[in-house]
């Protein structure tokens, strides 16, 4: 008997995008799968294209659910869905259509976790499309391989995104993993992460059969002043995971790498308050202070800092804990962003007159 594949697909005002997304599932070559989407409280017309479909197709249930973000609605799809294997699909993206039976003939090897490669479509500048770095070739690697060098495997688009893997269900529901609801930031790392303290070995194949879609604007982060708190929340994870399997007393160089990832993820979060014009200069010296008295009392001064000239200015600001300093140094930054951007935008104006 063919192996059922449940499909999870969060939905949450897609309107625009989500009948591409239902119909590449529903055209797989391999097509004992069952679809489970489920509408977030949507206020377009997502749940009734949703509906529109499932009356076409018995391989597809539609689940309702009021507005509790994309972690309550993939749990919820967890839990709902019946198939040996499972992956999750978002509903502004799109699958090859011979994605499944690819996944199935390597399912067939016993593999726990298979890991596949996607296209990035960046809308923003003209439909630019690249690869994933890390799916180049056909490996099977032990967890503790992958834990020795994790940030390259997480850059690379291994470790981080569900949309990427197929996983096993019955390793999922024996072990109560799910998205950790409440966080807006790395919930899919620790997901993933809980998945891996169950397996032994991922399969990592070089088959493209994800397509990632950024649309205009998205590839700017959404303002968040609780940013901080969800990085800390998730670097956490990830160390103690690292940890967990000596990862950084046997390879120095993975806490090397570890500990530029916190400087770098602790800058992200601190540009965060000069994104927008919301928020008041005293604001934003309050957010710089509790961000980085918060970064350094988690990781107790772990953070490696890069030596360019920038790095030089902040790690001096921040050994005085000099705030002020930091917030003009932040602010200088982004002003002179702001300002090349636009320089940028007028030439390419001015070129097309």
């Known amino acids: 008997m063919d192996t059922l594949i449940s499909v999870i697909v969060p939905v949450f005002n897609a309107e625009d995008h989500l009948m591409r997304t239902i119909t590449s599932i529903l055209n797989q070559t391999y097509s004992h799968l069952e679809l489970i989407l489920i509408d977030d409280g949507s206020t377009d017309r997502s749940f009734q294209i949703c509906q529109q479909y499932k009356k076409t197709d018995h391989r597809i249930r539609v689940i309702q659910q009021e507005n509790s973000g994309v972690s309550v609605a993939r749990n919820v799809g967890i839990d709902a869905s019946v198939g040996e294997l499972l ?75 569900p949309w990427n893997k197929l996983y096993v269900s019955s390793i999922i529901k024996e072990n109560q993993i799910y998205f950790p609801v409440g ?110 008295i918060l970064f350094n009392t988690v990781f107790q001064n772990e953070m490696d800092f890069p030596q360019n000239k920038f790095d030089k200015l902040m790690v001096h600001h921040l050994k005085d804990h000099n705030y002020r300093k930091i917030h003009q140094l932040l602010t200088i930054t982004e002003l002179v962003k702001s300002n090349t951007k636009r320089l940028k935008n007028n030439k390419r104006i001015g070129g097309k007159m």
Not at 95 to 109: G, K, R
Not at 152 to 158: A, C, F, K, L, Q
Not at 195 to 206: A, L
């Open 87 to 161: 992956i999750f699909v978002d509903s502004d993206d799109y699958i090859e259509e011979n994605m499944m039976e690819v996944l199935i003939s390597c399912s067939s090897e016993s593999n726990e976790l298979v890991v596949y490669g996607y296209y990035i479509h960046n809308l923003d500048k003209g439909n630019e499309v690249l690869l994933n770095s890390g799916n180049r070739e056909n490996k099977k690697i032990t967890v503790a391989e992958m834990v020795s060098d994790f940030w390259r495997y997480y850059e690379s688009g291994v470790t981080n995104s």
């Open 183 to 292: 966080v807006k930031l790395g919930e899919d790392v620790v997901f993933n992460l809980n998945y891996f303290n169950q397996i032994s070995h991922i399969k990592v194949i070089d088959k493209y059969l994800y397509h990632y879609l950024l649309y205009p604007n998205q590839s700017t982060r959404q303002v968040n002043l609780n940013i901080s708190e969800d990085m800390v929340f998730f670097l956490t994870q990830i160390e103690s995971f690292i940890q967990h399997y000596n990862g950084f007393k046997s390879h120095p160089k993975n806490l090397e790498h570890h500990q530029q990832q916190l400087y770098k993820h602790m800058l992200t979060a601190l540009k965060m308050a000069y994104q927008t014009n919301q928020i008041t200069r005293q604001e934003r010296l309050k957010y710089v202070e509790k961000t980085v």
